[in-house]
């Protein structure tokens, strides 16, 4: 029941972050990518293999396809109408996710509640999660990432080690810049703790990753390096 109080911060980052947009509903820049990959998802029946149409060069699709494939299972007309509400809802877990790491560390109320509320007051947060984009889902992903590698490299709970994984594997798939992070992570943490712990659980992700997406994730790297 504890963690019912992170609900009423996490709902006022979502009205931030959505509200803006039910007055300006022609903001955006990714969006307009990710909806033309998700029609071509449609289109393709699954991950693109080229994108034909909509940029001034054709080529082959290379993206973190999880974002797409989420957005698949909604129809396309309400995606279309509503992208907007999509990265506020990952911040509203992410904020939760936030709340309960914090109380679990603490067993403190006042911090976890402190934690959101310095989060929410981060002006960077209401324009990146104004439109429907993979940053908001990957951020989360890596918090749930980093706080279970850490819980794992304090007591060796092989749950804590299977989430990092995990979440890692799908961060691969999410979002290029998180993938930056959580190497840079990796690194340095695997440097100041002299552990391969860090890097070794980079390795199972990316390996993971590459067993669910069957291969498509060299794609995404080929694409990744060439940007």
């Known amino acids: 029941m504890i963690f019912l109080l992170s609900i009423p911060f996490a709902l006022v980052a979502f009205i931030l972050e959505s509200y803006p947009r039910f007055i300006n509903r022609e903001y955006g820049v990714d969006i307009w990518t990710h909806l033309l990959y998700l029609k071509e998802y449609h289109k393709q029946n699954g991950i693109p293999k080229r994108i034909e149409n909509g940029f001034l060069v054709s080529g082959d699709y290379d993206y973190p396809p999880?974002?797409?494939?989420?957005?698949?299972k909604f129809p396309f007309k309400l995606v279309e109408k509503y992208e907007f509400l999509f990265s506020p809802f990952f911040d509203f877990v992410h904020l939760v996710v936030i709340f309960a790491i914090v109380y679990a560390l603490t067993s403190n109320v006042f911090l976890a509640l402190?934690?959101?509320t310095l989060y929410i007051l981060?002006?960077?947060?209401?324009?990146?999660?104004?439109?429907?984009?993979?940053?908001?889902?990957?951020?989360?992903?890596?918090?749930?990432l980093m706080m279970s590698i850490i819980f794992f490299y304090q007591d060796s709970n092989l749950i804590f080690l299977a989430?990092?994984?995990?979440?890692?594997?799908?961060?691969?798939?999410?979002?290029?810049?998180?993938t930056q992070a959580f190497?840079?992570?990796?690194?340095?943490?695997?440097?100041?703790?002299?552990?391969?712990?860090f890097p070794s659980i980079f390795i199972l992700s990316f390996l993971m990753?590459?067993?669910l997406s069957?291969?498509?994730y060299f794609k995404v790297l080929r694409g990744h390096l060439g940007n």
């Open 163 to 178: 989430i990092a994984i995990i979440s890692g594997s799908i961060i691969f798939l999410t979002h290029r810049f998180t």
């Open 66 to 72: 999880v974002f797409i494939f989420l957005l698949s």
């Open 122 to 144: 981060i002006p960077i947060i209401v324009l990146e999660n104004s439109s429907a984009t993979p940053r908001s889902l990957g951020y989360t992903l890596f918090t749930v």
């Open 214 to 216: 069957r291969g498509f």
């Open 183 to 197: 190497l840079f992570f990796a690194i340095i943490f695997g440097i100041i703790e002299g552990s391969l712990i």
């Open 209 to 211: 990753a590459t067993g």
């Open 114 to 116: 402190l934690t959101q």
